[in-house]
């Protein structure tokens, strides 16, 4: 008989000790988005954002993982996940996802932003906002699930709602729990399964991560044995939080606000953890 991998629930106190460094992130990632523009590399972006963790006392989780070089990932258009900041100059027109964690204490982060640069393309547009909303909604949908399941039935229901030119959700990239490590079980898929996952519970801990691609589904990764690209270069995005689910509620651990502004609207309320 086949078992669920152990899931790692969290104590109040270390949720909030994951909330710090996911505080932390937040600022990090603002810092490191409000310098993308035309004419900066992506190694540059790394330093940005290896300048903030290291004035916070936050160390970086992608940096040595399994031998990653840098400290974000930057995926930059037909890049889907796993990009290596290195001497790319961003262009005006160009789409780029911003992978980041950072730790604090022993505890992590996750997180992820897509960015456009300069004249962004309409369907680029597109893209990173229905990716950014589905996140969201796979969010709104943990305030009141059963099963991990319902979160990728509610990512795949907006995606599949929304009117336009369909796009398409990857499946060999899913988000995780996170906690004493960045990536452990369970896997949150982002579609829809027959298989619904471990129950929602207190101490449930998860970095929901839709990656929405604008062609066909098929990946393949480059030779430095890390990037994922799209095989027929069309663009890809990818939003992320680390969320946590508490007796009270469920609270936005990478966000400043908890998720309320994006969460409110969608008729979910987090609420904070209390100390």
């Known amino acids: 008989m086949f078992r669920q991998p152990k899931v790692e629930y969290k104590t109040t106190a270390q949720m909030l000790m994951m909330h710090e460094a996911g505080l932390v992130l937040a600022q990090a990632l603002d810092t490191t988005v409000a310098s993308v523009r ?3 590399t992506t190694a540059e972006l790394n330093e940005v954002f290896e ?5 916070k006392g936050a160390t970086s989780n992608f940096l040595g993982y399994h031998g990653f070089p840098a400290s974000i990932c930057t995926s930059v258009n037909h890049e889907v996940v ?3 900041p290195g001497g790319y100059v961003l262009q005006d027109g160009d789409i780029i996802s911003v992978d980041g964690g950072a730790v604090i204490d022993g505890w992590h982060s996750d997180s992820a932003r897509t960015v456009l640069v300069g004249a962004a393309r309409p369907e680029d547009v597109r893209l990173s906002e229905v990716t950014e909303e589905a996140m969201w909604r796979g969010i709104a949908a943990l305030a009141s699930a059963r099963f991990v399941g319902d979160v990728g039935s509610a990512i795949d229901d907006y995606v599949s709602s929304v009117d336009g030119a369909p796009l398409g959700i990857l499946e060999d990239y899913v988000g995780h729990g996170i906690g004493t490590e960045m990536h452990q079980a369970p896997d949150v898929l982002n579609y829809r399964s027959a298989h619904r996952g ?7 801990c998860l970095a929901i991560e839709p990656m929405l691609v604008q ?11 890390w990037t994922v690209v799209t095989t027929d270069g069309r663009r890809a995005s990818q939003w992320e939080h680390s969320v946590a689910v508490h007796d009270g509620g ?3 651990l990478t966000a400043a606000d908890g998720g309320a502004s994006r969460l409110v609207p969608l008729g979910v309320t987090p609420v904070p953890l209390a100390g």
Do not use: C
């Open 198 to 204: 471990p129950k929602v519970r207190p101490g449930l």
């Open 82 to 84: 796993h990009g290596i």
């Open 51 to 55: 300048g903030v963790l290291r004035e």
């Open 38 to 40: 035309a004419g900066v």
């Open 215 to 225: 062609g066909g589904l098929e990946t393949t990764v480059l030779d430095d044995d």
């Open 250 to 252: 469920i609270w936005v």
